[in-house]
């Protein structure tokens, strides 16, 4: 089984590296090609283009960044791909868009399966990701696809239909991101009451206040580190994502749309390309008298 990967960013390049290890060779794509060097001095071929690579692949991962990076690629391979070919997208998109590529590579006699992934890239080093998988679980262990996710994925939910996978991950990211989101105006709070940073998060992890992406995000907070792990830019992606998926199914958004617009705030004042947690220092700067 010939493999190869097709996006190199955050998360992409952790999951080449490992796919690299498992399999003892790699074909891989990226659109800024020098991206490609550090993996080919390992062993890794780096294909001309999508296209080429899905030529000369069996099973291709993908790791973009975004809907409109997912229809341009997927053009390419759907052109020049083979019949049998198998695309794992573990790019967070939306339910529709997942559902768009699986009808078309249907007609190809192809397989396009929605597969996003929750972990970050440091779950991804580790190989522990949570992946959700829009289509039953027999297909995709008999045809070896969850052979190549193995290599980064560790806990597995099948939602079964195209899409479902998708739509599973927007609703997870909206909890997570609404949630950070409280958790800096609840850091907010301690801060005018005189209780330091170090005990509001000693008390809070261990307390029922606690949540997954207050503990995950807690040393970034605390050091000032903004260095992006999953960047402002794209909470702002994937809220919009799931606002659209709230107006499609005439679902109230009230929360989401919250969240979405102190995200935005935060991409005005220029925290775009860092790392999410960093909405947390500006809800905490918002109470200070401007000079």
Known sequence: ????????????????????????????????????????????????????????????????????????VMKEVLSDGHEGLCVLDTSTI??????????????????????P????????????????????????????????TDAFAKTYFFMKNPGMGSAIKLINNFMAFSAQVINGEALSMADALGISATDFYAV?????????????????????????????????????????????AKVPAIMLNNALQMYRLGQAKGYGSDDSSAVIGMIRQLRKKEN
């Open 1 to 72: 089984m010939k493999v190869g990967m097709i996006g190199l960013g955050n998360m992409g390049m952790p999951m080449a590296e490992r796919l690299l290890d498992k399999f003892g060779d790699l074909m891989v794509y990226n659109r800024t090609a020098s991206k490609c060097a550090p993996l080919c001095e390992k062993r890794a071929v780096q294909a001309k283009s999508a296209g080429d690579l899905a030529a000369r692949c069996d099973v291709v991962v993908m790791s973009l960044a975004g809907p409109a990076a997912v229809s341009a």
């Open 94 to 115: 939306s339910p529709e868009l997942s559902r768009e590529m699986a009808a078309a590579a249907d007609e190809k006699n192809m397989h396009y399966i929605d597969c």
């Open 117 to 148: 992934v929750s972990g970050g890239p440091a779950g991804t080093a580790r190989g522990t990701l949570s992946i959700m998988i829009g289509c039953e679980e027999e297909p995709f262990v008999s045809h070896g696809w969850k052979e190549v």
């Open 204 to 248: 809070t992890t261990a307390s029922s206040g606690n949540n997954m992406i207050l503990k995950a995000k807690m040393n970034k907070v605390l050091s000032g580190d903004r260095k992006p792990g999953f960047a402002t830019d794209l909470v702002v992606k994937d809220l919009e994502l799931a606002d659209d998926l709230c107006h499609d």
